[in-house]
């Protein structure tokens, strides 16, 4: 079975750039989230998508934050215009349902860098 | 907030030690999980206790769940270096799946 898979692994872009992830689930489940993880932190859930509508998004910062999961399967996750607070990894996990009796799966980040 | 805050922050020791590695949380659960997490890498799932079990056992793992007191720990026995990881817990009521800070964790040969 496939794991999570994210791309790209490293991204480096300046202040004011924009910048795109790209997340694809493992095959089959139904509910995604994308997390922030600053360095030292722990990973701070973004938005969460139940097939292709979002559950929820109350800590994605939606003036310069945005995603979307067309078709249920995988999503993207957009940044613009890119801010210095912004560098942080980009984790993407997939479950099978949201009732949330199963475990989740990530995928092994994006690492952000904005100078 | 369904998160759990780990405790303590951080924990070093001998290999071949026991680690143990606390949770607390404040809202009703389903089940609670915990993961680990590698230096840059993705989260791992480690185990799953549900909410009407008081112990479960997963190789070198023990995890304990006491749902009175809202609180959940997990045990590392005769740790490695490849123990050597940031451990977050996952309390689980509803749909969310949120973490804390985590407890990092360094194995000492």
């Known amino acids: 079975e496939a794991g999570v898979a994210q791309s790209p692994r490293y991204k480096i872009i300046e202040k004011r750039q924009s910048v795109a992830f790209w997340c694809n689930p493992i095959?089959?489940?139904?509910?995604l989230y994308w997390y922030q993880q600053i360095l030292g932190q722990g990973p701070k859930l973004l938005i969460q998508?139940?097939?292709?509508?979002?559950?929820?998004d109350s800590q994605l910062p939606k003036d310069r934050f945005s995603a979307e999961r067309l078709k249920g399967v995988d999503s993207t996750l957009k940044i613009q215009p890119a801010k210095l607070e912004d560098s942080a990894v980009y984790l993407c996990?997939?479950?099978?349902?949201?009732?949330?009796?199963?475990?989740?799966?990530f995928g092994q980040g994006t690492r952000l860098t904005v100078v | 907030s369904q998160q759990g805050e780990e405790d303590p922050q951080a924990l070093s020791i001998q290999e071949g030690e026991n680690a143990t590695m606390n949770c607390s949380y404040k809202?009703?659960?389903?089940?609670l999980q915990w993961y680990r997490q590698n230096s840059g890498r993705g989260l791992v799932h480690l185990i799953l206790?549900?909410?009407?079990?008081r112990e479960k056992h997963s190789g070198r793992l023990r995890v304990t769940l006491d749902t009175s007191k809202k609180s959940s720990s997990l045990l590392i026995t005769a740790s490695r270096a490849a123990d050597t990881a940031s451990y977050f817990c996952?309390?689980?009521?509803?749909?969310?799946?949120?973490f804390g800070a985590g407890t990092t964790v360094t194995v000492r040969a």
């Open positions: 095959s089959g489940h139904a509910t």
């Open positions: 996990a997939s479950t099978p349902a949201g009732t949330g009796n199963t475990e989740a799966f």
């Open positions: 998508f139940q097939n292709n509508g979002v559950v929820d």
């Open positions: 996952a309390p689980r009521g509803d749909y969310k799946l949120s």
């Open positions: 809202t009703s659960i389903n089940n």
């Open positions: 206790i549900r909410s009407n079990e």
